[in-house]
């Protein structure tokens, strides 16, 4: 009896969690300088999907269908997925303050990317995602020799962070002063501060699948993510093969960072704020904390997405520009709460 209603409970939580992605998503389409009636997004999904032959306005169907629907979706997947990524970075590293901003792994995916865009590294067998995943990686390798030879246990590795931030974000920089023409250089510089302006739906068949195959593989480690909690050697006298889980998350989360900035730039603070308000809300177990971060993630992109467009009429903000407003407060909020309880 108690393992049906567990399944039932399990069932009712997906399905919610759902109705809000959702709504979200809905109010994400019917949202912004010129409102929309939410029963005319409803239309336009049901004559894209299923050709219902709704009477709609050629341009609203349009707004909608192409422009903020599309943006909504992939401001959701970067949500999920950069929540997912802080979420996997804090529990291995037991450091609240790992992310994938702070830790190198999205200034280091900025400077593979913009090498493939600018510099055409690769000769055309790189693309910007795979540009970006290298870079993501060879970014966090590096912080973490940084990290080893310091020796001083995981707080060293966000000083290594912050370092292999700057070193990549200044290469970044020099890529784009010394190689990139007037125009390539405002339209990286504005990249990089968040832009989901161009997204288009070509771009969320990267998105969605990136950020849906980094929660199952996440969710997959679950219970090895809660050994971690208590130490590495804790979860290796659990039996846990440290270095393939180390190897298997860190893995993925450099993935969906890298996918993540190659569409949309380089974004703060969603990955290292998101992580703790969804552990206020449902406690340390993965296999709650994982869908809850995702879920958090995506509901925040998609508010924060649509404040960039309507904050300044006429005029539509980089993201990350949001997210750092709303970010470090919350931040900070949520720093003096956790105070206050200790």
């Given amino acids: 009896m108690s393992r049906t209603l567990t399944s039932f409970g399990r069932t009712g939580a997906a399905f919610a969690a759902l109705a809000i992605l959702l709504i979200a ?9 010129t409102a929309i009636p939410f ?3 409803a239309q336009t999904v049901a004559n894209r999907l299923w050709n219902a032959g709704y009477p709609l306005e050629p341009i609203d169907e349009g707004i909608i269908w192409s422009y903020r629907l599309s943006r909504a979706v992939v401001a959701a997947s970067c949500g999920a997925a950069l929540a997912l990524s802080g979420t996997v970075l804090q529990s ?6 790992a992310d994938p901003y702070i830790l190198g792994i999205s200034a280091g995916a900025s400077t593979g990317a913009v090498s493939v865009a600018i510099l ?3 000769a055309g067998f790189l693309t910007m995602p795979l540009g970006a995943f290298l870079g993501a990686v060879i970014a966090f390798v590096l912080v973490s020799i940084l990290a080893v030879k310091a020796g001083r246990g995981t707080a060293a590795i966000i000083l290594a962070g912050v370092a292999g931030s700057q070193l990549f974000n200044a290469l970044t920089s020099f890529i784009v002063t010394k190689a990139a023409t007037a125009e390539q250089a405002r339209g990286i510089m504005f990249w990089l501060l968040g832009n989901l302006s161009g997204v288009r739906w070509p771009d969320a068949w990267l998105a969605v699948p990136a950020a849906l195959a980094g929660l199952v ?3 997959l480690h679950a219970r090895a993510l809660d050994a971690f909690t208590f130490g590495s050697e804790s979860a290796a ?9 180390y190897l298997v998350l860190v893995g993925a989360a450099a993935m969906m960072t890298a996918a993540m900035v190659s569409i949309v730039g380089s974004i703060g603070f969603v990955g290292l704020v998101i992580p703790h308000a969804a552990r206020m809300l449902v406690g340390v177990r ?8 995702a879920l958090i993630g995506a509901v925040f992109m ?5 404040l960039s467009r309507t904050l300044i009429p006429g005029q539509v903000l980089p993201i990350g520009v949001i997210t750092a407003l709303v970010g470090a407060p919350a931040f900070a909020l949520i720093l003096g709460q956790k105070r206050a309880r200790a």
């Fill in 302 to 306: 998609i508010v924060a997405d649509i």
């Fill in 39 to 41: 029963s005319t997004v």
């Fill in 120 to 122: 055409g590294v690769g």
């Fill in 217 to 219: 593989i996440c969710l």
């Fill in 92 to 97: 291995l590293l037991r450091n609240p303050l």
């Fill in 237 to 245: 006298s659990l039996g846990i093969s440290v270095r393939r889980t």
């Fill in 286 to 293: 993965h296999g709650v904390l994982l869908p809850a971060s």
């Fill in 25 to 33: 998503l809905w109010l994400g389409a019917a949202i912004g300088e």
